[in-house]
C-alpha cells in the first residue's frame, strides 16, 4: 500500500484483529430480558399466576405468599436491567444474573408453582454457566451522574408499574378510588407506607409487598451508583503528553487534525514500538477515535491493534471519526470495519490564494467594507501575547460562547494560551468605540492550532455580537495574508459535512436520488450547519479533502451517531454546571480542561 503502510492478508487480519460477532451474549442478554418480563407478570397479573397451589398459599397463615410476589417482581426488574450488561459481555452484570435467576426460579415454584417458569430460569442460567469466559468485560468509565440518572428513570418506571399493581385487581378493591387516590397510593407504598386504597383478603399485603419492592429496588441501586468506586474518563498524563508532543514533531505534518489529540479529556494507545497512537474517548459505551492515527504510519498496525484489543476488553463499541483517506484504508484493512464518507475538509494553499478575481468578489467585497468601517487586524503566535492580553482574550471566548454548551471534540483543543501551546495562531479584530466595553477594542477572535511545522488548522471562531457582520471572513482572510511571514503554507479551515452531496445535488443533470438527498439535507441545515458550513468553505475556493467513519456494522451507526453528537456537545445528557461556576473557576486555572466548543466546525 502507499505511504509506506505495511500490507497484510486482509482476510487473516479480520480473523486474528477484527471483531467477532457477539451471538452467545447477545442471545443470553435477549433471553435474561424475556425472563425478566415473565417475572414482573408473574408478580403483577393474577391470572398469570393463578393455579390450585396459588389459592391453597394465600389462604395460609402470615404473608409467604405476596412476599414471593415481590421477590419474583423484583428479579425480573433488575434482569431487565441486567440484560444490556449481559449482551456487551459485562463480568458484573453476569455475576449478578447468576445470582437473580435461581431467586426468580424460586419465585416462580413457591408463589405461583409454576414448573415452566422453573425450567426457564435454569435453562437461561445453564448456558450463562456455560459460556462464563464470554462474559469478561471490564467496567465503563464512569461518575455518579448515572446515580441521579438511575434514580430518575427507575422512579418513574416504578410509578408506571405501581399504577398497574395498583388497578390490576378491580374485584378485590374496595369501593371506586379515583386516579389521584390510585397515585397516592402508589407513592406512599414505594416508601413503604399505606395508601388510600384498600383491598379484600390478602391483596392488600400483595400489592404493599410489590410496591415495597418497587421502592427498595430505586433505593438501592440508586445507593449502589452513588456510593461504588468512581472509574472517570482516562485523561491524558503529562507523559503521555509529552510524547504524543514528541511524535507530533516528526509526523505532525501528516494530518491537519494531529495536534487536537493533544485534547486532554482523551485517552490514548500506544503501538508496542511507541512510535505511534490512537487518541479516544468513551462515550455512552462507543469507543470514539478521531483523524489519523498519530505517529509513523508503518506503527500505525500496532497502535489500531491496541486499540481493538481495548474496545474488546470493555465490549465497546469502536468507531473512527473524521480520518483521512489513508487512514481509512488502514484502519478498514487491519480491522475488517467499514468506512463511509463524511464530508470534506477545506483547505487553502497560502500560495495560491488572492482575492482577485471574479470568484472572490463577495469576499473582498466584505472585507473592503469592514476595513472602512474602522476594524483592524492581528495575526500573532499565542506566544508573542502577553498575559493580560492573553487573559483578556480568554473571558472573551468564553463570555462570547453561543450556548451554554462548550462544543467540540474531533477538531476542537478545548484551550487557549497554555504555555505548551505557544504555536499556536491568534487572529483578532479590533475597534476603537466611544464607550469601551469590558474587553476593550477587542471584536472577534480566531485560534489556529499548528499542523506540522507549516500548517495551520482552524481550532475556535469567535465574535461580540454587537460586531458588524463578516468577522470571520476578515479573520480568515488577514490570517492567510499573514501567513507567509509565520511561516505557514496551508491552512485548513472549516469541515463541510456531506459537502460532495450537496455541490453534486445543485447540478444540471443530477438525479432524483440525489437531488432528494440534497434536500433532505437542505431541510436539516434549518438546525444544524450542513449548507451554510459548505457555502462559508466554498467562498475561500480550497480544495477539498474527503474525510471518513470507520464503524463495525450499519446497525452501529445510529449509536455511535448520537455518541458522536455527545462528544461534540450537541448532546448534553449531564446537569450543566451554573455558568458564573465555570467562569469563576476558569479565572483561578486560566488553563483548565475544559471543552471549546467550535460551532461551525464540528457541526
Not at 19 to 39: H, Y
Not at 191 to 202: I, K, L, M, N
Not at 494 to 521: D, H, Q, T, Y
Not at 540 to 548: A, I, S
Request: proline share 5%.
Amino acid at each position: 500500500m502507499s505511504d509506506g503502510v505495511p500490507s497484510r492478508s486482509g482476510r487473516v487480519r479480520r480473523i486474528l484483529r477484527g471483531p467477532r460477532p457477539e451471538a452467545v451474549p447477545t442471545l443470553i442478554g435477549r433471553a435474561c430480558a424475556v425472563v425478566g418480563l415473565l417475572d414482573i407478570a408473574a408478580g403483577v397479573f393474577p391470572r398469570f399466576r393463578h393455579s390450585r397451589m396459588h389459592a391453597m398459599v394465600e389462604v395460609l397463615p402470615g404473608s409467604f405468599g405476596p412476599f414471593v410476589a415481590a421477590l419474583s417482581l423484583s428479579a425480573g426488574v433488575l434482569l431487565l436491567l441486567l440484560a444490556h450488561g449481559l449482551r456487551r459481555r459485562k463480568r458484573r452484570a453476569w455475576r449478578a444474573a447468576v445470582v437473580l435467576l435461581p431467586a426468580g426460579a424460586a419465585a416462580e415454584f413457591v408463589y405461583r408453582h409454576s414448573v415452566v417458569g422453573v425450567i426457564i430460569s435454569l435453562a437461561l442460567l445453564a448456558p450463562l454457566l456455560v459460556h462464563r469466559k464470554e462474559f469478561a468485560a471490564l467496567p465503563d468509565p464512569r461518575s455518579r451522574w448515572r446515580a441521579l440518572a438511575n434514580f430518575v428513570l427507575m422512579s418513574a418506571g416504578s410509578v408506571a408499574l405501581g399504577m398497574l399493581i395498583v388497578s390490576i385487581h378491580p374485584h378485590r378493591m374496595v369501593g371506586d378510588p379515583s386516579v389521584a387516590d390510585r397515585l397516592t397510593h402508589v407513592v406512599y407504598g414505594l416508601f413503604g407506607f399505606e395508601g388510600p386504597v384498600d383491598y379484600q383478603g390478602s391483596t392488600s399485603w400483595t400489592v404493599a409487598y410489590s410496591l415495597g419492592a418497587l421502592g427498595w429496588i430505586t433505593a438501592v441501586t440508586t445507593a449502589y451508583l452513588a456510593f461504588r468506586p468512581e472509574h472517570p474518563a482516562a485523561r491524558l498524563t503529562e507523559e503521555d503528553e509529552s510524547r504524543l508532543r514528541a511524535l507530533l514533531a516528526k509526523h505532525g505534518r501528516r494530518d491537519s487534525l494531529g495536534h487536537f489529540a493533544l485534547r486532554r479529556d482523551k485517552a490514548v494507545v500506544f503501538s508496542p514500538s511507541g512510535k505511534a497512537a490512537v487518541t479516544y474517548r468513551v462515550v455512552s459505551g462507543v469507543m470514539l477515535a478521531s483523524g489519523d492515527p498519530i505517529g509513523d504510519v508503518e506503527a500505525w498496525p500496532g497502535a489500531i491493534e491496541r486499540f481493538m484489543d481495548e474496545a474488546r476488553a470493555h465490549s465497546w463499541t469502536p468507531a473512527v471519526v473524521g480520518c483521512s483517506e489513508t487512514g481509512g484504508e488502514v484502519w478498514t484493512r487491519e480491522t475488517g470495519l467499514d468506512a463511509l464518507e463524511l464530508g470534506d475538509e477545506a483547505v487553502v494553499d497560502v500560495a495560491d490564494f488572492s482575492l482577485a478575481g471574479r470568484a472572490m468578489r463577495n469576499v473582498r467585497q466584505m472585507v473592503k467594507r469592514i476595513e472602512r468601517a474602522g476594524y483592524e487586524t492581528r495575526v500573532r503566535r499565542i506566544r508573542d501575547l502577553g498575559d493580560a492580553e492573553l487573559e483578556r482574550i480568554r473571558r472573551a471566548a468564553e463570555d462570547w460562547r453561543g450556548t451554554d454548551t462548550e462544543r467540540g471534540f474531533s477538531m476542537a483543543l478545548g484551550r487557549i494560551g497554555d504555555p505548551s501551546d505557544g504555536d499556536c495562531l491568534i487572529a483578532t479584530a479590533h475597534k476603537q468605540d466611544d464607550e469601551p466595553g469590558e474587553y476593550g477594542d477587542l471584536k472577534a477572535i480566531l485560534h489556529f492550532v499548528p499542523w506540522g511545522t507549516d500548517g495551520a488548522s482552524l481550532e475556535l471562531m469567535r465574535r461580540d455580537r454587537s460586531a458588524d457582520p463578516g468577522m470571520n471572513e476578515l479573520l480568515i482572510v488577514a490570517t492567510l495574508q499573514a501567513a507567509p511571514k509565520l511561516g505557514v503554507q496551508r491552512i485548513s479551515l472549516n469541515f463541510a459535512m456531506f459537502r460532495s452531496a450537496l455541490a453534486r445535488g445543485e447540478k444540471i443533470g443530477a438525479g432524483p436520488v440525489l437531488r432528494a438527498w440534497r434536500g433532505l439535507l437542505v431541510f436539516l441545515s434549518r438546525w444544524f450547519q450542513i449548507e451554510s458550513l459548505y457555502k462559508f468553505n466554498a467562498k475561500f475556493q480550497p480544495r477539498w479533502e474527503p474525510r471518513y467513519i470507520v464503524y463495525r456494522a450499519s446497525s452501529d451507526l445510529p449509536r455511535i451517531g448520537f455518541a458522536t453528537m455527545q462528544a461534540e456537545g450537541f448532546v448534553d445528557l449531564a446537569l450543566p454546571m451554573p455558568r458564573f461556576l465555570r467562569r469563576r473557576r476558569a479565572t483561578r486555572r486560566p488553563c483548565a480542561h475544559a471543552m471549546t466548543d467550535r460551532d461551525v466546525r464540528a457541526a
